[in-house]
């Protein structure tokens, strides 16, 4: 995980249980993973709201663009030399030369 040991890792929660005291922890979390799931939130309305930004070829239909893979797992486009997905590492299927 980033290169770090389980020493490191040791030292750093001291660290923060130091800064923030053990009763803000769980705060802390789950502030954290509020964030994190509003963060992906806003990603994924931007991601909807691409094609009606008006793109040019937005009014295809997809099935006319085959060239155009999605992920099984998330639906996140991805380019044709792409083995796994960059937004939830799913393996993908290449696609056929």
Known sequence: MFGLGSQELLVIL??????????????????????????KKGLDSAHAEEP??????????????????TCSHCKTVLA???????????AVAQAPV
């Open 14 to 39: 001291v660290i923060v249980m130091v800064l923030f005291g053990a009763n803000r922890l769980p705060q802390l979390a789950r502030s954290l993973g509020s964030s994190l799931k509003e963060f």
């Open 52 to 69: 009606a930004a008006g793109r040019p070829g937005a009014d295809r239909p997809a099935s006319s663009t085959p060239d155009k893979r």
């Open 80 to 90: 044709p030399d792409w083995t796994h997905c960059p937004r939830c590492g799913t």
